[in-house]
């Protein structure tokens, strides 16, 4: 009764409405199956586009307009056809689609979520042709990973491919939280999920963590990007130790005892 709260009856953010779903899918969940979750790069509405698009190719093929979809800009077409839906780091069909998205004719088309109901085959054949061109000329292929555009790592460092994030400027959202800035010739993460932490509450409880940079803020140390590197960009999370001394003492690297100085004259 969301009347209580002073709410109305509004649809879920994309975001939500994703992890909804997944989460009424989910059956008999592992850990392994709550990281996906937790990191999940699913776009939400991609499979209505794919729909859409392969709408406008079978129009376009029956009516003897096939000829837009040759060369570089079918293969686009194919690489969002055949895509999982998942932003991930390697996938080749998340960048087409993004560059499919981001070469629509105005911003209301680029950032909307849902397939607009004015779209016609003909702006969508244009987006696929102008896409694919946007690829060979910053990529030299069509066939990128989302992880070449898209990065995350501390300013002023190395960046590493990373998946998943909303990009609201193209009307991509997934469960996982990423934002992203403009770096150079890159997509950099700049916000979105920061502490992300998975826990079970067995009799002792279990509890995993990620945070998307390092522990330390001195470039000279080796935590000072090394879980973006290792585990951020792969969607990986690494166990807190959560009352758990004598496994957290085997990966120890150096021991510092603090002791209380003894007050003057006492």
Do not use: C
Not at 89 to 105: C, D, I, Q, R, V
Not at 183 to 207: C, D, H, R
Not at 237 to 247: D, G, I, Q, T, V
């Amino acid at each position: 009764r969301p009347e209580v709260y002073n709410d109305e009856r509004t649809p879920p953010h994309q975001r939500a409405a994703m992890t909804l779903e997944e989460l009424d899918a989910a059956k008999n969940v592992t850990f392994d199956d709550m990281l996906k979750i937790a990191f999940s790069t699913q776009v939400y509405k991609a499979d209505e586009w794919q729909a859409r698009l392969k709408k406008a190719a079978n129009g376009a093929t029956a009516s003897g307009d096939g000829m837009s979809l040759r060369g570089n800009a079918g293969s686009v077409l194919k690489l969002i056809l055949d895509w999982n839906r998942r932003s991930e780091p390697e996938s080749a069909g998340a960048l087409a689609f993004y560059a499919f998205k981001m070469s629509l004719s105005n911003r209301n088309l680029q950032q909307a979520v849902e397939v607009p109901a004015a779209l016609n085959d003909a702006e969508i054949l244009a987006a696929l042709g102008k896409a694919a061109g946007w690829l060979t000329s910053n990529f030299g292929s069509v066939e990128v990973p989302f992880g070449k555009y898209f990065r995350v790592g501390r300013t002023g460092g190395k960046t590493y491919p990373v998946g998943g994030g909303t990009v609201r400027e193209a009307g991509m959202a997934t469960p996982r939280a990423i934002s992203y800035n403009k770096a150079g010739n890159e997509m950099v993460g700049q916000g979105g999920q920061t502490s992300t932490q998975i826990v079970i509450l067995t009799k002792t409880p279990q509890s995993w963590a990620i945070i998307p940079l390092g522990e330390s803020d001195h470039p000279e140390s080796g935590h000072w990007d090394d879980q973006a590197e290792k585990l951020f960009s792969k969607g990986i999370a690494h166990s807190a130790f959560f009352l758990n001394k004598p496994e957290l003492v085997k990966h120890a690297t150096s021991t510092k005892v603090l002791s209380r100085a003894k007050a003057a004259g006492k």
